[in-house]
């Protein structure tokens, strides 16, 4: 089942990366490790640092299997 969740601060982009992670069993190190950054990049990621980068952020969703999507205007 896919859960589609609308995303619209860090806060709520970081809550999701954390569920996802700990529903795959990894620890934050695991997931840094994984992805090429510092364990002090995911603890901040997870918990809505604003400023956190978007290219290691997407790379940790895509390695994390969250989809994001953009709705368009017409």
Do not use: Y
Not at 6 to 32: D, V, Y
Not at 42 to 47: A, G, K, Q
């Amino acid at each position: 089942m896919i859960d589609i969740t609308p995303i619209t601060n860090a806060a709520e982009f970081g809550a999701a990366i954390r569920h996802a992670r700990k529903a795959q069993g990894l620890t934050q190190g695991e997931l840094a490790l994984a992805a090429g950054v510092s364990l002090r990049f995911v603890s901040e990621l997870e918990r809505g640092k604003q400023s956190a980068s978007l290219e290691p952020a997407l790379r940790i969703a895509g390695l994390l299997n969250i989809r994001l999507s953009a709705s368009l205007p017409a």
